[in-house]
């Protein structure tokens, strides 16, 4: 499959379940024989996976949210899978505005699955960070038996933000939970036995996923000190935590409770800080943020697109936009939907200034520049062997028979102009937007720029221009340009 992830192996080591992130599909493979048994369509972009303690019952993070982004309910979802039928079991949405899944795990006892995640509040305009404004930080609490979600709560306190959460584990006797935090660079320490005991004794539960104080007095923040903690793992009493731009592993003993410390390991000779990596760092880095409530990777994980509509100030209230891809900005400008920054330069610095609520020294902001510079499209899922399949082929031709090259020209696939295509709807109407790349937008649905086409075949059901084309030339087309 296409990026594999997240390996799961059955207890009793027969077994091998994969997530093909971009295939959108989960393998399940016989390790005897060494041949895959299965492969089973997920949701959007399946990124982490865990088995129950019993090996029956899988279950399976989505990173994005599937379907339109204008609806006012978007949520990326947990699915679980039956092992031995291999048929998904359910398919649960999380709380709306929830993306960028990244860790999953299962209670020791196999009761709870723990997913985490962004909480984006992308209904309210990007004015202010204060209490989580824009983007609070979320650990979700599945039931696996009753096969629903129990609750969502959030990570962060009241004035400070405990950015991307990002790995999660149970420690093996199950009373404590552990996260780590890749943007603030810490873990959190969760009573998990309390946390329960909350969860059932609350008398609003439809309110803690706003409830910014749920976990005070049940969690510990413990700071690490290298940068970007990604994967966890727990074995006995220590937590092993992957530094990612530290290239070290942080270790923390658990049993020493009220004076955890961190410390954390070379895992070789530091590696060059180059103007990218430096610039791929501060990306992802939330502790320059006010308050911490979030890093550029917020809005744009892995430089890409969370798929929600926000509602920036640059260019009027009253207008959420669509998320976009950092891939290919500098060298298409204008940027933002409707063109209105000039350049992908002043979309970075006005990003720290409007979003982060933060300014930063010219020298440190330009190796942002150079990071997103440096980003090279991941060929498409679509096809063949690296090469294009027959019906994108005939899509090809399709794609110059309705002039779609006049436009979207090779290489990179724009002319770099503003047209109205006859998209713009209510206040939208006759709006000139920006002609965006086509490369990699096999990845970056829901599409337009209010996000109302789930797919790419749905866009030609407002864009002009493809009216004399039969239905078969539509999915031919619609093929070619998924391949770019």
Same mark, same amino acid.
């Given at each position: 499959?296409?990026?594999?992830?997240?390996?799961?192996?059955?207890?009793?080591?027969?077994?091998?379940?994969?997530?093909?992130?971009?295939?959108? =599909?989960?393998?399940?493979?016989?390790?005897?024989?060494?041949?895959?048994?299965?492969?089973?369509?997920?949701?959007?972009?399946?990124?982490?996976?865990?088995?129950?303690?019993?090996?029956?019952?899988?279950?399976?993070?989505?990173?994005?949210?599937?379907?339109?982004?204008?609806?006012?309910?978007?949520?990326?979802?947990?699915?679980?899978?039956?092992?031995?039928?291999?048929?998904?079991?359910?398919?649960?949405?999380?709380?709306? !505005?929830?993306? =960028?899944?990244?860790?999953?795990?299962?209670?020791?006892?196999?009761?709870?699955?723990?997913?985490?995640?962004?909480? !984006?509040?992308?209904?309210?305009?990007?004015?202010?960070?204060?209490?989580?404004?824009?983007?609070?930080?979320?650990?979700?609490?599945?039931?696996?038996?009753?096969?629903?979600?129990?609750?969502?709560?959030?990570?962060?306190?009241?004035?400070? !933000?405990?950015?991307?959460?990002?790995?999660?584990?149970?420690?093996?006797?199950?009373?404590?939970?552990?996260?780590?935090?890749?943007?603030?660079?810490?873990?959190?320490?969760?009573?998990?036995?309390?946390?329960?005991?909350?969860?059932?004794?609350?008398?609003?539960?439809?309110?803690?996923?706003?409830?910014?104080?749920?976990?005070?007095?049940?969690?510990?923040?413990?700071?690490?000190?290298?940068?970007?903690?990604?994967?966890?793992?727990?074995?006995?009493?220590?937590?092993?935590?992957?530094?990612?731009?530290?290239?070290?592993?942080?270790?923390?003993?658990?049993?020493?409770?009220?004076?955890?410390?961190?410390?954390?390991?070379?895992?070789?000779?530091?590696?060059?800080?180059?103007?990218?990596?430096?610039?791929?760092?501060?990306?992802?880095?939330?502790?320059?943020?006010?308050?911490?409530?979030?890093?550029?990777?917020?809005?744009?994980?892995?430089?890409?697109?969370?798929?929600?509509?926000?509602?920036?100030?640059?260019?009027?209230?009253?207008?959420?936009?669509?998320?976009?891809?950092?891939?290919?900005?500098?060298?298409?400008?204008?940027?933002?939907?409707?063109?209105?920054?000039?350049?992908?330069?002043?979309?970075?610095?006005? !990003?720290?200034?409007?979003?982060?609520?933060?300014?930063?020294?010219?020298?440190?902001?330009?190796?942002?520049?150079?990071?997103?510079?440096?980003?090279?499209?991941?060929? =498409?899922?679509?096809?063949?062997?690296?090469?294009?399949?027959?019906?994108?082929?005939?899509?090809?031709?399709?794609?110059?028979?309705?002039?779609?090259?006049?436009?979207?020209?090779?290489?990179?696939?724009?002319?770099?102009?503003?047209?109205?295509?006859?998209?713009?709807?209510?206040?939208?109407?006759?709006?000139?937007?920006?002609?965006?790349?086509?490369?990699?937008?096999?990845?970056?649905?829901?599409?337009?720029?209010?996000?109302?086409?789930?797919?790419?075949?749905?866009?030609?059901?407002?864009?002009?221009?493809?009216?004399?084309?039969?239905?078969?030339?539509?999915?031919?087309?619609?093929?070619?340009?998924?391949?770019?």
């Amino acid at each position: 499959g296409h990026t594999p992830v997240a390996p799961t192996i059955s207890p009793d080591g027969k077994k091998l379940t994969v997530c093909n992130r971009f295939d959108n =599909s989960v393998s399940f493979i016989d390790l005897e024989t060494e041949r895959v048994i299965a492969t089973i369509p997920a949701a959007r972009e399946p990124i982490a996976a865990a088995l129950t303690p019993d090996g029956n019952t899988l279950i399976v993070a989505n990173h994005l949210p599937d379907g339109p982004a204008n609806t006012g309910m978007i949520s990326a979802k947990i699915q679980v899978f039956d092992t031995e039928s291999r048929r998904i079991l359910a398919t649960i949405p999380l709380p709306n !505005g929830s993306t =960028s899944l990244r860790g999953l795990c299962v209670s020791p006892d196999g009761r709870y699955a723990y997913a985490t995640h962004i909480l !984006g509040r992308y209904l309210l305009p990007t004015t202010q960070l204060d209490r989580g404004w824009m983007n609070t930080n979320a650990v979700s609490v599945i039931d696996i038996q009753e096969k629903r979600l129990l609750n969502t709560l959030l990570l962060d306190n009241i004035d400070q !933000g405990s950015a991307n959460p990002w790995g999660v584990s149970c420690t093996p006797d199950g009373k404590r939970l552990v996260v780590s935090h890749s943007g603030t660079h810490e873990l959190s320490l969760i009573d998990r036995e309390r946390l329960h005991e909350k969860l059932s004794a609350a008398e609003e539960p439809d309110q803690i996923p706003n409830d910014l104080a749920f976990l005070v007095g049940i969690r510990q923040r413990i700071p690490l000190e290298g940068k970007g903690p990604r994967g966890l793992a727990v074995v006995g009493d220590q937590a092993y935590v992957a530094e990612y731009f530290s290239d070290s592993l942080a270790v923390v003993d658990l049993e020493r409770k009220e004076s955890l410390r961190a410390r954390s390991i070379p895992l070789q000779d530091p590696v060059p800080m180059t103007d990218v990596r430096k610039g791929e760092l501060l990306f992802h880095d939330a502790s320059v943020c006010f308050q911490h409530w979030q890093s550029c990777a917020t809005c744009h994980p892995d430089a890409r697109t969370d798929a929600l509509n926000w509602d920036l100030l640059n260019d009027g209230l009253g207008s959420p936009k669509n998320t976009k891809n950092m891939l290919l900005a500098h060298q298409t400008p204008p940027t933002s939907m409707t063109g209105v920054r000039d350049n992908a330069e002043i979309s970075v610095r006005a !990003g720290f200034r409007y979003i982060e609520f933060t300014v930063l020294p010219e020298e440190e902001i330009r190796t942002v520049d150079e990071y997103l510079k440096s980003l090279t499209p991941v060929p =498409s899922p679509y096809l063949v062997d690296g090469e294009l399949s027959e019906a994108a082929k005939r899509g090809e031709v399709v794609f110059k028979k309705a002039n779609c090259h006049h436009c979207h020209p090779e290489p990179l696939f724009t002319d770099l102009q503003r047209y109205d295509v006859g998209t713009g709807e209510g206040n939208e109407a006759g709006t000139e937007f920006d002609t965006p790349t086509l490369i990699e937008s096999w990845r970056t649905a829901p599409y337009l720029y209010d996000g109302r086409a789930a797919t790419m075949k749905d866009v030609f059901k407002w864009h002009q221009g493809t009216e004399q084309l039969t239905d078969k030339e539509i999915d031919d087309l619609v093929e070619y340009v998924l391949s770019l």
